[in-house]
């Protein structure tokens, strides 16, 4: 069994990401546009091109974790894989409910504009990490053992990321239906399609079944050096393919899409994991608030979205204030918006340990009530 301890490093990780995050979200709906420019803001967005990855990564990471304490519970139907199967598609009716015109069926369907659609359509970063989890569940059922699953992930992981480029080249809208299109490539309002994404989380899935297997071969010191040569490996062959004077993919966006990059960008991943898997004494109060942050991650994530950018039931702080405010500001704002959700993280874990069967069926009657308005409003 994993060490308690080395799986908080988990939670700092994706605590880490929940920062950059709400740093990103505030940046992009709150500062002047005249400071979207230069080497400094040029700077910021290769740091924010980094949360993807990170949440993606580590997601794959803890599945596999988890998973490896009960094997064979997730290959057969019971309560943990009805449990998993349950956050997987909370996560996907989320996203799109986040992205919904407005809070009443009747009027989606009737008043939505085309544009309003293809916003709903767009496969944000909730369905992309539900539909891999979903389709790493699946790899779990195909290898059903261990050592194989963990070769299986790897390498369709490292398939997903060599064909994106092929992929994104084609045009899929002539071949799938709307709402499939946005999970493919990156048209369609989409940044986060399954192409390369969901190699981000098999890649991190694969990672997961090596520590796991050092942890309990008493051998992660090992792992750690192997994690961190190959990172470094992986970083200087990215860049080397990067400069390379050939082209072997069709043309494509080379950032976002290219191997190379991607592989440069999970390695720097990697090594951050490294670190903090070597960090033995971090600062508590620093790792209390960022482990906090990560075990609520999904709730922090929906309740700044809302808070910045608003939902049909309220209007956010980029519809109030606009895109206006300098650097102070946004930073200003930024801080009052992590100790906010700092917050709210501490108050939900409070109530969620007050009589959990209690708070499940609370949760399971607050969603039917919000749903039944959904299908009952006229608008």
């Given at each position: ?18 920062v950059m995050m709400v740093l990103g979200h505030t940046v992009d709906a709150l500062l002047a546009e005249p400071l979207r420019g230069g080497s400094v803001y040029w700077s910021y967005q290769l740091l924010r091109s980094m949360t993807a990855p990170l ?325």
């Amino acid at each position: 069994m994993v060490a308690p301890a080395r799986v908080s490093q988990l939670d700092l990780l994706r605590g880490v990401a929940v920062v950059m995050m709400v740093l990103g979200h505030t940046v992009d709906a709150l500062l002047a546009e005249p400071l979207r420019g230069g080497s400094v803001y040029w700077s910021y967005q290769l740091l924010r091109s980094m949360t993807a990855p990170l949440f993606l990564f580590t997601s794959g990471f803890v599945v596999m974790v988890a998973t490896a304490k009960r094997w064979d519970a997730y290959l057969r139907l019971g309560p943990e894989l009805g449990a998993r199967l349950r956050r997987i598609l909370l996560l996907i009716l989320l996203g799109y409910a986040l992205h919904l015109p407005f809070f009443s069926l009747r009027k989606t369907l009737t008043h939505a504009s085309p544009e309003s659609f293809a916003n709903l359509w767009q496969a944000d970063v909730l369905q992309c990490i539900g539909v891999s989890l979903l389709l790493l569940q699946l790899t779990l059922l195909v290898a059903r053992r261990p050592a194989r699953h963990a070769l299986l992930v790897a390498a369709a992981g490292a398939l997903v990321v060599l064909v994106t480029p092929v992929v994104w080249s084609l045009d899929w809208g002539a071949l799938l239906p709307r709402p499939v299109t946005p999970y493919v490539y990156d048209r369609d309002l989409t940044i986060f399609p399954l192409f390369p994404y969901l190699g981000h989380l098999f890649i991190g899935a694969a990672v997961g079944h090596s520590f796991v297997a050092a942890e309990r071969a008493g051998r992660v010191a090992a792992w750690l050096r192997r994690l961190g040569l190959a990172s470094v490996v992986a970083i200087v062959a990215g860049m080397i393919a990067l400069s390379a004077p050939w082209r072997v993919f069709p043309e494509h966006d080379v950032w976002k899409a290219n191997p190379a990059s991607v592989a440069i960008r999970l390695a720097l991943v990697a090594l951050v994991l490294h670190g903090l898997f070597a960090w033995r004494r971090p600062p508590a109060a620093l790792t209390a608030a960022a482990t906090l942050l990560g075990r609520s991650s999904l709730f922090v994530y929906v309740l700044h979205l809302v808070l910045l950018y608003g939902s049909p039931l309220n209007q956010g702080l980029r519809s109030v204030v606009g895109a206006t405010l300098p650097v102070g500001a946004v930073l200003g704002v930024f801080a009052a918006l992590l100790v906010a959700m700092l917050g709210a993280a501490a108050g939900l874990e409070r109530v969620e340990r007050w009589r959990p069967p209690t708070w499940r069926r609370v949760q399971y009657g607050l969603a039917g009530a919000a749903l039944a308005l959904f299908v009952a409003l006229p608008h």
